[in-house]
């Protein structure tokens, strides 16, 4: 099936502004579940830290920090939920309802796109082993089976994490739609898609997603700059970006099946 990405460009910005436009309380929500990461670089006293003669774990507000991060945990599943929403294809934008099973979907969502993180983290990890192992040997230069050993899980690390970012994506839709984690991960099932929607295409339409990401939050990072007004634009305007590219993903995704299909409305 062909895929024109401007015609999905222009139907998913225009979703986005009918999600939140006019509906303050969905926009607020929004807003209220980023904001512990918002506020995060207002625990620090910057002059401080700088003033310092020598770095001092003191410096760092743990505490604060870890009731930020906790609260940002606990709201991401909110938004993953609702998100969960927008990627079963609903042509009206969803409602935050349904506290219970929304917030189940986020766990769910969160849960695939980490399962296929985890092969890439493991790789990384014994790569940085056998690098540590090579070097901590008499000789302070690593011999010929550690440097091999480096290289090949630098290949394998590269290599997982392409798989997963093609299919992370893919399966998460998957996964909302199913209501199934193991769904979301069948490598199978998933590649199927990707085939039936045209590699050329997928790779193309995640392109297209990339440079307007760019375009995004590097016109968000210049507002940033703003003192105190700029941190306020930019928790504003996030979640249109986020709509966007869940409705775009969404559309990509719907070029896999048949026409005609309806959207699927599980869980």
Request: hydrophobic fraction near 55%; aromatic fraction near 14%; charged fraction near 10%.
């Amino acid at each position: 099936m062909n895929m024109d990405n401007g015609i999905l460009v222009t139907e998913s910005f225009s979703y986005a502004k009918e999600t939140l436009i006019g509906k303050w309380t969905r926009w607020l929500i929004f807003i209220i579940c980023g904001l512990p990461m918002a506020l995060l670089p207002f625990i620090f006293d910057p002059e401080k830290i700088a003033k310092a003669t020598e770095f001092s774990w003191d410096l760092i507000p743990w505490k604060e920090m870890a009731v930020l991060f906790i609260a940002a945990f606990l709201l991401s599943f909110i938004l993953s939920g609702y998100l969960a929403r927008i990627y079963r294809g609903a042509a009206t934008p969803p409602e935050f309802d349904n506290w219970g099973p929304l917030y189940i979907d986020g766990i769910k969502i969160f849960v695939t796109g980490l399962l296929w993180f985890i092969p890439v983290a493991l790789a990384f990890l014994l790569m940085i082993a056998f690098a540590i192992l090579g070097l901590s040997q008499d000789s302070h230069q690593p011999g010929p089976l550690g440097i091999s050993l480096v290289v090949i899980f630098v290949i394998i690390t590269v290599a997982l994490a392409i798989i997963a970012l093609l299919y992370s994506m893919m399966g998460i839709i998957r996964c909302a739609r199913t209501g199934s984690i193991r769904e979301g991960i069948r490598f199978t099932a998933i590649t199927g898609i990707l085939r039936s929607i045209g590699w050329v295409n997928y790779l193309i339409a995640l392109v297209v997603l990339f440079v307007i990401g760019i375009v995004f939050f590097f016109a968000l990072s210049a507002i940033s700059l703003i003192p105190y007004v700029g941190d306020i634009i930019q928790l504003v305007f996030i979640p249109v970006y986020t709509i966007f590219s869940a409705r775009y993903m969404t559309r990509v995704y719907e070029h896999s099946e048949p026409q005609g299909a309806g959207p699927v409305l599980t869980g």
